[in-house]
C-alpha cells in the first residue's frame, strides 16, 4: 500500500443493505438514502479523518449480489472492486455493508468478496431492526466462521459507526505493516462458475446455523401489511389512491405558502419601481430578474410537496411493493416491472430516472425504459402546468371541498404521459426492441417508519438544487432573455410594444408561422427556444416577454392573469398538450448518450418526442377550436 496516498476503503453489499446510509455516517455527505434497491446507480466519493487521524478516501458502490455482473450498474461494482475501472487504483480495504434482517441473501456474495484475499470488514447493519424482530446474532462466532472483522452498526443513528471507524483503522494498519499489495489482488480471479455460487449457498447455511437465530417466520407486521398492498385488487387501489392524492395536495398544500412568495415578490418589484429612476437597470431587475426569476420561484411549495410524497414512499419500503404491483401492467407492453422505479424516479427528472434504468440487466429492456422516461412528467413541468391551469381551469369544488377540480387536471397531465409512455414502448417493443420479456426478481425490505431527519435532508437538498437553479442557470437565462427582448431600441414614432422590435420579437414572428397551426403566439415560441435548457425557463421567459410588453403593470399582480387575457382557451390547452410530449432538456439528451454510449438513440428520442409533442398539440389545438364554435 503506498503510503503516500489515502487509502481507498470501498462500500460494497446487496441493493437497499443501507450502504449510502453507511457512506453518510461516515463522511457526513447527503447522498439520497431510500428504501428500495437501485437509489445508488454510480459510485459515489467522500473522505472521512479516522480515529487514529488517518485521511481515509471511501467509495459508495452501486448495491450488487454478486461479481457476476448483469447489469451495468452491477458491472461498476465489479470493475472497482477488481482494479479494472481505469484510471482508479484498487481499493485497499472493502466494508461489506449487510442487512442484518437478511443475512442468507447477503452472505453469498461476502464469501465471494472473501475469496479476492483482500482486507474485507464485515458491517452489520440495521442491527436494531434484526433485534426488533427477535433476532439474534453472535458476532463473535460469525466473525470465526467467516474468517473477518464483524461490527455491528446501526448508520441512522448518531454515534451508529464508531465501532467500524475503529476497525477500519485497525484493518488499515495490518495492511501497512503486512506490506499489502493492492495491484496484485486480481491475480488469478475469475468469474465464479454456478457450481461454486451454490457452494457459496452451502456454505452460508452452515454460517447461518452457528451464529444466528432468527424466528420462523418473517416480520409479522411486514406480512400483514403484505397481504392488503400486494393484494391484486386492493394493492392496485391503494396504489392510485395514494397518487391521486398525492397530485391534490401539491395544490392544496403548497397554495398558502405559494400566495406568500408571490404576494413577496409583487412587492418588492412595487417597491424597486417606486425607489428607482426608471431605465434599463430597473427594467432589468423588475422585468427580467424579478418577473422572470419570481414566476419559477413561486412553484417551489408545489415541487416540495411533491418530493415529500415521493420521500415517504421510498423511506416506507413502499416503493418495491409498487413495482410489484405493477409488474403484469408494464408487462402488457413489454416492459420489465424493475421500470417502475427509474420510471417514478423520472417524476423528479429524467436524468436521475434514466441512470437508474441500470438496475435492468435486459438491454432492449434498458432502452425500451430510457426512451420512454421524459413522457413522465417531471418536476421541471409542473410550473408550467400549474401556471396554465391558474389561469384557464376554475377552482371548482367536489365531494364536499376534499377534490378539487385543478388537482383533477393535474392528475390526468400526469397520467396522460403515463399513458402515452406505456403505449410508446408497446411500439417499440414490437418493432425495434424485439425480445422475450424476463421475470421480475426484486427483494422486497421490511417496512419501516420514515425517518424525518432523511425527509427534512432530502427536501433541503431538493430546495437547495432548485433555488441554486434558479439563481444560476435560470438568472443567466432571463438576463439574456431580457436582453434580447430590450433591444434594439423601437424607431421612434413605433406604436407597437418595444419589445416586437426587439431581436426576441423578431425571434417570434420567425417561429410563429411553423406554430401557428397549434395556435402558438410569438411569445410561446420566444419561451420555447431556451426552455430547451430547463423546461421551467418556458415560465420565467414568459414572465419576463409580458412584463417587457403593455401587460407589465398587469404582470406584477398576476402572471396567471395576464395570460388568461392574453390566450384563448384551446391555445392553452394545446400548450399542455405539446408539455406532455415536450422534447425533453438538453441535459436529458446528454446522460442518454452517455448511458447508451450512442448518437443514434438520442437522435430518435428528439426528433420522436417532437413529431408528438407537434402532433398531440395540433389535434389538441383544432379538436378544442371546434369544440368552442
Request: aromatic share 8%; with cysteine.
Given at each position: 500500500?503506498?503510503?503516500?496516498?489515502?487509502?481507498?476503503?470501498?462500500?460494497?453489499?446487496?441493493?437497499?443493505?443501507?450502504?449510502?446510509?453507511?457512506?453518510?455516517?461516515?463522511?457526513?455527505?447527503?447522498?439520497?438514502?431510500?428504501?428500495?434497491?437501485?437509489?445508488?446507480?454510480?459510485?459515489?466519493?467522500?473522505t472521512?479523518?479516522?480515529?487514529?487521524?488517518?485521511?481515509?478516501q471511501?467509495?459508495?458502490?452501486?448495491?450488487?449480489?454478486?461479481?457476476?455482473?448483469?447489469?451495468?450498474?452491477?458491472?461498476?461494482?465489479?470493475?472497482?472492486?477488481?482494479g479494472?475501472?481505469?484510471?482508479?487504483?484498487?481499493?485497499?480495504?472493502?466494508?461489506?455493508?449487510?442487512?442484518?434482517?437478511?443475512?442468507?441473501?447477503?452472505?453469498?456474495?461476502?464469501?465471494?468478496?472473501?475469496?479476492?484475499?483482500?482486507?474485507?470488514?464485515?458491517?452489520?447493519?440495521?442491527?436494531?431492526?434484526?433485534?426488533?424482530?427477535?433476532?439474534?446474532?453472535?458476532?463473535?462466532?460469525l466473525?470465526?466462521?467467516?474468517?473477518?472483522?464483524?461490527?455491528?452498526?446501526?448508520?441512522?443513528?448518531?454515534?451508529?459507526?464508531?465501532?467500524?471507524?475503529?476497525?477500519i483503522?485497525?484493518?488499515?494498519?495490518?495492511?501497512?505493516?503486512?506490506?499489502?499489495?493492492?495491484?496484485?489482488?486480481?491475480?488469478?480471479?475469475?468469474?465464479?462458475?454456478?457450481?461454486?455460487?451454490?457452494?457459496?449457498?452451502?456454505?452460508?447455511?452452515?454460517v447461518?446455523?452457528?451464529?444466528?437465530?432468527?424466528?420462523?417466520?418473517?416480520?409479522?407486521?411486514?406480512?400483514?401489511?403484505?397481504?392488503?398492498?400486494?393484494?391484486?385488487?386492493?394493492?392496485?387501489?391503494?396504489?392510485?389512491?395514494?397518487?391521486?392524492?398525492?397530485?391534490?395536495?401539491?395544490?392544496?398544500?403548497?397554495?398558502?405558502?405559494?400566495?406568500?412568495?408571490d404576494?413577496?415578490?409583487?412587492?418588492?418589484?412595487?417597491?424597486?419601481?417606486?425607489?428607482?429612476?426608471?431605465?434599463?437597470?430597473?427594467s432589468?431587475?423588475?422585468?427580467?430578474?424579478?418577473?422572470?426569476?419570481?414566476?419559477?420561484?413561486?412553484?417551489?411549495?408545489?415541487?416540495l410537496?411533491?418530493?415529500?410524497?415521493?420521500?415517504?414512499?421510498?423511506?416506507?419500503?413502499?416503493?418495491?411493493?409498487?413495482?410489484?404491483?405493477?409488474?403484469?401492467?408494464?408487462?402488457?407492453?413489454?416492459?420489465?416491472?424493475?421500470?417502475?422505479?427509474?420510471?417514478?424516479?423520472?417524476?423528479?427528472?429524467?436524468?436521475?430516472?434514466?441512470?437508474?434504468?441500470?438496475?435492468?440487466?435486459?438491454?432492449?429492456?434498458?432502452?425500451a425504459?430510457?426512451?420512454?422516461?421524459?413522457?413522465?412528467?417531471?418536476?421541471?413541468?409542473?410550473?408550467?402546468?400549474?401556471?396554465?391551469?391558474?389561469?384557464?381551469?376554475?377552482?371548482?369544488k367536489?365531494?364536499?371541498?376534499?377534490?378539487?377540480?385543478?388537482?383533477?387536471?393535474?392528475?390526468?397531465?400526469?397520467?396522460?404521459?403515463?399513458?402515452?409512455?406505456?403505449?410508446?414502448?408497446?411500439?417499440?417493443?414490437?418493432?425495434?426492441?424485439?425480445?422475450?420479456?424476463?421475470?421480475?426478481?426484486?427483494?422486497?425490505?421490511?417496512?419501516?417508519?420514515?425517518?424525518?431527519?432523511?425527509?427534512?435532508?432530502?427536501?433541503?437538498?431538493?430546495?437547495?438544487?432548485?433555488?441554486?437553479?434558479?439563481?444560476t442557470?435560470?438568472?443567466?437565462?432571463?438576463?439574456?432573455?431580457?436582453?434580447?427582448?430590450?433591444?434594439?431600441?423601437?424607431?421612434?414614432?413605433?406604436?407597437?410594444?418595444?419589445?416586437?422590435?426587439?431581436?426576441?420579437?423578431?425571434?417570434?414572428?420567425?417561429?410563429?408561422?411553423?406554430?401557428?397551426?397549434?395556435?402558438?403566439?410569438?411569445?410561446?415560441?420566444?419561451?420555447?427556444?431556451?426552455?430547451?435548457?430547463?423546461?421551467?425557463?418556458?415560465?420565467?421567459?414568459?414572465?419576463?416577454?409580458?412584463?417587457?410588453?403593455?401587460?407589465?403593470?398587469?404582470?406584477?399582480?398576476?402572471?396567471?392573469?395576464?395570460?388568461?387575457?392574453?390566450?384563448?382557451?384551446?391555445?392553452?390547452?394545446?400548450?399542455?398538450?405539446?408539455?406532455?410530449?415536450?422534447?425533453?432538456?438538453?441535459?436529458?439528451?446528454?446522460?442518454?448518450?452517455?448511458?447508451?454510449?450512442?448518437?443514434?438513440?438520442?437522435?430518435?428520442?428528439?426528433?420522436s418526442?417532437?413529431?408528438?409533442?407537434?402532433?398531440?398539440?395540433?389535434?389538441?389545438?383544432?379538436?378544442?377550436?371546434?369544440?368552442?364554435?
Amino acid at each position: 500500500m503506498s503510503k503516500e496516498k489515502a487509502p481507498r476503503v470501498a462500500l460494497v453489499g446487496n441493493p437497499n443493505s443501507g450502504k449510502t446510509a453507511v457512506f453518510n455516517a461516515l463522511t457526513g455527505a447527503r447522498q439520497k438514502v431510500a428504501n428500495y434497491a437501485g437509489v445508488t446507480v454510480e459510485k459515489k466519493e467522500g473522505t472521512f479523518v479516522s480515529p487514529a487521524g488517518t485521511r481515509v478516501q471511501v467509495i459508495d458502490l452501486p448495491g450488487t449480489y454478486s461479481l457476476r455482473a448483469r447489469s451495468p450498474d452491477e458491472a461498476v461494482t465489479r470493475d472497482v472492486v477488481l482494479g479494472r475501472q481505469e484510471g482508479e487504483d484498487i481499493p485497499d480495504a472493502i466494508v461489506f455493508v449487510a442487512d442484518a434482517t437478511n443475512l442468507r441473501q447477503n452472505l453469498r456474495l461476502a464469501l465471494e468478496l472473501k475469496s479476492l484475499g483482500r482486507p474485507i470488514i464485515l458491517a452489520l447493519n440495521m442491527m436494531d431492526a434484526a433485534e426488533k424482530q427477535g433476532m439474534a446474532v453472535d458476532g463473535t462466532e460469525l466473525s470465526a466462521e467467516l474468517g473477518m472483522p464483524v461490527v455491528p452498526t446501526i448508520a441512522i443513528q448518531k454515534g451508529g459507526v464508531e465501532k467500524l471507524l475503529a476497525q477500519i483503522d485497525r484493518t488499515i494498519q495490518v495492511a501497512q505493516s503486512e506490506g499489502w499489495a493492492p495491484m496484485q489482488a486480481e491475480c488469478g480471479w475469475s468469474e465464479p462458475s454456478s457450481r461454486q455460487l451454490r457452494d457459496f449457498s452451502r456454505e452460508v447455511e452452515r454460517v447461518l446455523a452457528r451464529a444466528v437465530y432468527a424466528p420462523a417466520r418473517p416480520h409479522k407486521a411486514t406480512r400483514q401489511m403484505d397481504r392488503v398492498l400486494l393484494h391484486p385488487i386492493t394493492g392496485l387501489t391503494i396504489l392510485m389512491t395514494v397518487l391521486f392524492l398525492m397530485f391534490q395536495a401539491v395544490f392544496t398544500w403548497a397554495r398558502l405558502p405559494m400566495e406568500l412568495i408571490d404576494a413577496g415578490i409583487s412587492g418588492l418589484g412595487t417597491w424597486l419601481t417606486a425607489v428607482m429612476a426608471a431605465g434599463p437597470l430597473r427594467s432589468l431587475l423588475v422585468d427580467g430578474v424579478l418577473a422572470g426569476v419570481g414566476s419559477v420561484v413561486m412553484f417551489l411549495p408545489q415541487i416540495l410537496v411533491l418530493f415529500f410524497f415521493i420521500q415517504l414512499l421510498e423511506d416506507s419500503g413502499y416503493m418495491a411493493r409498487a413495482a410489484f404491483l405493477l409488474d403484469r401492467l408494464m408487462g402488457g407492453v413489454g416492459l420489465h416491472g424493475r421500470a417502475f422505479i427509474p420510471l417514478l424516479s423520472s417524476f423528479a427528472c429524467a436524468v436521475p430516472g434514466i441512470m437508474a434504468a441500470r438496475t435492468i440487466e435486459n438491454r432492449a429492456d434498458r432502452i425500451a425504459t430510457i426512451m420512454i422516461a421524459p413522457l413522465m412528467t417531471c418536476s421541471a413541468r409542473l410550473p408550467v402546468y400549474t401556471l396554465i391551469i391558474a389561469a384557464f381551469v376554475p377552482d371548482t369544488k367536489y365531494l364536499g371541498g376534499w377534490v378539487g377540480l385543478p388537482g383533477l387536471v393535474m392528475f390526468g397531465l400526469y397520467a396522460a404521459g403515463i399513458v402515452s409512455g406505456l403505449l410508446v414502448a408497446l411500439g417499440m417493443k414490437h418493432t425495434l426492441l424485439r425480445g422475450a420479456r424476463e421475470p421480475l426478481l426484486m427483494e422486497l425490505p421490511a417496512y419501516r417508519l420514515p425517518r424525518a431527519r432523511n425527509i427534512a435532508l432530502a427536501l433541503y437538498d431538493r430546495a437547495k438544487a432548485f433555488l441554486v437553479r434558479a439563481g444560476t442557470i435560470i438568472f443567466w437565462m432571463m438576463v439574456l432573455v431580457w436582453l434580447l427582448g430590450s433591444y434594439p431600441l423601437p424607431p421612434d414614432g413605433a406604436t407597437e410594444p418595444a419589445i416586437r422590435y426587439s431581436i426576441a420579437g423578431a425571434i417570434g414572428r420567425a417561429l410563429e408561422p411553423l406554430l401557428a397551426p397549434i395556435g402558438f403566439n410569438w411569445q410561446i415560441a420566444v419561451a420555447l427556444v431556451p426552455g430547451m435548457a430547463a423546461r421551467e425557463v418556458a415560465v420565467g421567459v414568459l414572465g419576463t416577454i409580458y412584463s417587457l410588453s403593455d401587460s407589465g403593470e398587469a404582470l406584477r399582480t398576476s402572471l396567471a392573469g395576464v395570460l388568461a387575457h392574453s390566450w384563448s382557451l384551446p391555445t392553452a390547452l394545446s400548450l399542455l398538450a405539446w408539455y406532455v410530449f415536450s422534447p425533453q432538456c438538453l441535459a436529458t439528451l446528454g446522460v442518454v448518450r452517455r448511458e447508451l454510449n450512442s448518437r443514434f438513440w438520442p437522435a430518435v428520442m428528439f426528433v420522436s418526442l417532437l413529431a408528438l409533442a407537434y402532433g398531440a398539440a395540433f389535434i389538441t389545438y383544432r379538436l378544442a377550436l371546434w369544440l368552442t364554435l
